[in-house]
């Protein structure tokens, strides 16, 4: 389903540039209400910007076990 969904993205996206598809980066960002919160209800791009500029980062630990379940979730 990722690769589907990707691919038309992909072709979707070049097709504004005017460019021949390459690939597309996905951005996935832990965000919870506290962090909404804390940076007066941004969301999206200006969420992470925020986020960003302040320097908070995740825990590598955090970082790890996510990417450990998305691997298991996508053989499935």
Do not use: K, N
């Not at 919870?32 to 200006?46: E, F, L, Q």
Request: proline residues 5%; charged residues 30%.
């Amino acid at each position: 389903m990722i690769r589907r969904e990707a691919a038309g993205w992909c072709r979707a996206v070049g097709r504004l540039a005017g460019r021949v598809p390459g690939h597309i980066h996905f951005v996935v960002q832990p965000a919870r209400t506290s962090d909404i919160d804390r940076h007066g209800g941004a969301y999206g791009p200006g969420l992470q910007t925020a986020m960003l500029d302040e320097g908070t980062e995740p825990e590598q630990s955090a970082v790890e076990e996510f990417c450990a379940r998305v691997r298991r979730a996508l053989r499935d």
